[in-house]
Nanobody
Framework: VQLQAYGGGLVQAGGSLRLSCAAS????????IGWFRQAPGKDREFVAR????????YYGDFVKGRFTISRDDAKNTVYLQMNSLKPEDTAPYYC????????????????WGQGTQVTVSS
């Protein structure tokens, strides 16, 4: 499966963005999909993941109710709605399809899209 993330941009603190992860090559419904981010000089950080049927979601501790992950398999797309954005949320965001292992480790995810840059100004 090929993944493409888009929807990033520049937003002021407190604002919102919706990221999209579009799949091609295979049906997205076959995969658990997650989002990661990687600020400069830091490790890739787990943001959120959603189960193959959308019935289960899980978020990184820093999210604290600000982000919502969802999926629309008819459109072969997973979304990350980000509200109450903070300057520390600034990073490229990546979507990925799960392989095996702990969800919070980037090495557990097999297929990666290119990043989409999110920049939050103070």
């Amino acid at each position: 499966v090929q993944l493409q993330a888009y929807g990033g941009g520049l937003v002021q603190a407190g604002g919102s963005l919706r990221l999209s992860c579009a799949a091609s090559g295979r049906a997205l419904s076959r995969y658990k999909i997650g989002w990661f981010r990687q600020a400069p000089g830091k490790d890739r950080e787990f943001v959120a993941r959603i189960s193959w049927d959308g019935g289960s979601t899980y978020y990184g501790d820093f999210v604290k109710g600000r982000f919502t992950i969802s999926r629309d398999d008819a459109k072969n797309t997973v979304y990350l709605q980000m509200n109450s954005l903070k300057p520390e949320d600034t990073a490229p965001y990546y979507c990925a399809a799960y392989d095996t292992g702990s969800y919070q480790w980037a090495s557990s995810w097999r297929y990666w899209g290119q990043g989409t840059q999110v920049t939050v100004s103070s």
